[in-house]
């Protein structure tokens, strides 16, 4: 039968004979479990009774729901704070480490560290940090000085900054390495063209550095936007005893999911978030793509 | 010939024998979650229980506290898994909707003998006319106090009553120059044990009954649980003998030698041991101002799954029998570390006056057990109660009155399936 198939009909057979294998894959563990996310998101199921259709009632209930408005508002905090600010210092991290001959490696590896260290260590630490005195390093300081102290964890406003801030200097390192593979894949020739015209810096910059960096830009504001829109590790971490507080100040939507899931059991409810935060996900993404793309 | 013949009838009996020994032995599992010294003391019991009673065999299977409730939740159902199973004493309401276990058989358990027998708080395990649980061991409240920052501070006893606390923390609690708390008298948040504190302990000490109508109604929102907020507020606000997260966690505070003062359960007991070169002692909660005592118990239990049935349902009632008797809770005691259920334990001589265990134990028997809906979604109500109060600045019977509505709303979403 395979003999009596013409090389094109071949050709799809292999193909699909190589693809079946990740095709199961993605089947069985994304797709599936998406679907019945989505499905469960419809019902009332607390993991151990039965579940039960429920229709719209999660749905309802999250739109009625003050704290969901809050972490909706911290995500996108989250979001808008930490991509542009992480942008902005690894490019000028990027941009002048490239630059620079003395040491190189040495500081490319001080900015990469943060990245590899594990990110519950890190958040405990910069919790320490953050606390009053006598324990907390920053307020020490400040109350060495004589000033007073600053609450930073305790506060619904210093809150979200405080909990960014390390999530922030985490994922700098890769950013710094990804933008420098871009520095780096921009030809020569067009800055010795710039030179030979006797061109300003600031003009290389925005006239050819910048305009030729756009892929590596785009990549790193998706990248870096879905991981805010998805912080949790850090958030937790920081404030284990007061889950996303205070007040809710600190919670992402992430949290909220964990929260109703593994502490209310309200496996329905949880459902409903996730697939709000699949669509914001998405929609998020998409709208960057669109917006960055090349015309 | 006659070689294979006796052969084969050797190996008939054989196997006759091993069948008819394995219809008499019947095996039941046990399933609990993982922490070392219970499951140690698990093995105990069950050593102990099978030489009792050698016709039947325990298998005891543990997991990660992480995994616990989806593993039972999946496995009864479908049949497998554990004949006796451990819970905690908040979950009884899922478990029992979820009809994962069956209520103990009253002629063994009869109800009138277990209110007679057991501390009174494990009445939260009834429903109706039986008990569907019972535990082994039950954990209480104690005020843990600094030895050495007593005597520093030439304080002769630990407080007795709510305004000796006060005093007692005042002399304690230690200010840098800027004004900045370097040492609390007594510690306090939310976070930790206080909500348990607060709930079963102050607001019924200031005259108040925290619900009614069995846990399903919230009655805090009045003059008691008022007084009971301001005494708790006043502690940072008006005496400035604690501050809220001071050292991150209460207890870490009270392990750096930092805290006076600390309330906590049992269970810390064992951290403090091993904590190098901190003195410290146990005093039962301080009595409010009319003289009242309480006190909060919480407590894992044990019981018979939906699962067993025939003579293994017999065998589950035997073990259940094994792990609820004087015996196994002494066990408990001393390889956990974790209060008798019973009085006729725990009120020994020995035991009420252990120095460690007396105040804990003592405790049992004027404790409270709160019903939980969702134990720590009303924790976070406390916790944002006094969170407003304190960052937001809202005013004390405000944050009350919103606390309240709002965990009568989780309760109410809770019953109402």
Known sequence: ?295 | MTSVKGWALGAATGIAAMLGSAAHAVEIEYWQYFFDARVSAMEQLIENFEAANPDITVKMTHFPYADYRTKVAAAIPAGEGPDVVQLFYGWLNDYVEADLIQPLPTDAFPVDRIETEFFPMVGAMRRGDAYMALPTAVRSLALFYNTRLFDDAGIESPPATLDELVEVAKKLTQVDGAGNITQVGITTGMTAQDHHWFREVLIRQFGGEPYTDGYKTVNYNTDAGMKALEFYAGLEKTHNVTASGFMDEPQAAFKAGRAGMHIDGSFRIGSLNKTRGLKWGVAELPAGPDGTKSNYSSYWVNAITTKAEGEKYDAAVKFMEYVTSDEAMQIWLDVVGELPAKPSVGMTEANANDEVFGPFIRGLEYANTTVFANESGQRQILVDMVARTDIEGQPLAESLAVAAEAEQKLLDEYYAE
């Open chain 1, 1 to 295: 039968m395979y003999r009596n198939l013409s090389i094109k009909q071949k050709q799809i057979v292999w193909a699909w004979a190589f693809l079946a294998l990740p095709v199961l894959f993605y089947g069985v563990i994304r797709f599936y479990p998406t679907g019945n996310a989505i499905l469960i998101s419809f019902q009332d199921w607390n993991l151990l009774g039965e579940r039960n259709w429920s229709g719209l009632e999660n749905y309802i209930k999250l739109w009625n729901d003050p704290v969901f408005w809050k972490v909706f508002k911290n995500t996108f905090l989250y979001l808008l704070l930490g991509t542009p600010i992480s942008l902005v210092i690894s490019f000028v991290i990027a941009y002048h480490l490239d630059q620079l001959r003395f040491m190189h490696g040495f500081l490319r590896m001080l900015y990469f560290l943060p990245f590899m260290t594990s990110a519950v260590a890190m958040a405990w630490v910069w919790r320490w940090f953050y606390q009053p005195v006598p324990i907390g390093l920053f307020n020490n300081f400040l109350a060495s000085l004589g000033i007073p102290q600053i609450e930073f964890l305790n506060s619904t406003t210093n809150a979200l900054p405080s909990v960014l801030a390390p999530a922030v200097w985490a994922g700098l390192g890769f950013q710094v390495i990804i933008f420098m593979a871009g520095l780096r894949a921009i030809p020569r020739s067009y800055y010795e063209a710039a030179r030979i015209d006797g061109v300003s810096t600031w003009t290389v910059l925005s006239e050819i550095t910048l305009p030729l960096l756009k892929p590596t830009i785009v990549f790193i504001v998706v990248f870096s936007s879905i991981g805010f829109l998805r912080i949790f590790d850090h958030v937790f971490n920081m404030t284990t005893n007061n889950p996303g507080g205070p007040l809710n100040a600190t919670k992402p939507l992430v949290l909220m999911i964990y929260d109703t899931a593994f502490t209310g059991y309200d496996m329905g409810y949880a459902a409903a978030q996730t697939v709000v935060l699949f669509v914001i996900l998405l929609v998020v993404s998409l709208i960057q793509l669109r917006i960055l793309r090349d015309r």
